[in-house]
């Protein structure tokens, strides 16, 4: 095998499939807003808000960043995808509250 012939983000697709059905699980919970306000609403809510965390830093920390042109690939898919889903935590957070 020739050195640096690998694929050098082999998570990154799979974390940006996690992280869109988690941001889709987050914009359910957004739109019910108040009206899903049981125990179970609270758990959807934290636990996809974990999980968009623990997938976003499980590709940093498993496959670190080679060079310029990853980093770019990254900040242009998963750190929007990860944003958009704090963004909408924050929103349900605020609609219950």
């Keep these: 095998m020739i050195l640096g012939s690998g694929n050098p983000t082999p998570y990154d697709l799979p974390a940006i499939g996690t992280l869109v059905l988690l941001g889709l699980i987050l914009l359910t919970g957004t739109l019910l807003g108040p009206r899903w306000t049981s125990d179970a609403a609270t758990l959807t809510r934290w636990s996809a808000a974990i999980l968009s965390l623990l997938a976003f830093s499980l590709v940093h ?4 960043t080679p060079n310029g042109f990853v980093g770019a690939g990254r900040m242009i898919t998963l750190w929007p995808a990860f944003g958009i889903n704090v963004l909408l935590f924050a929103i349900w957070t605020w609609r219950v509250s």
């Design 61 to 64: 920390v498993l496959t670190p």
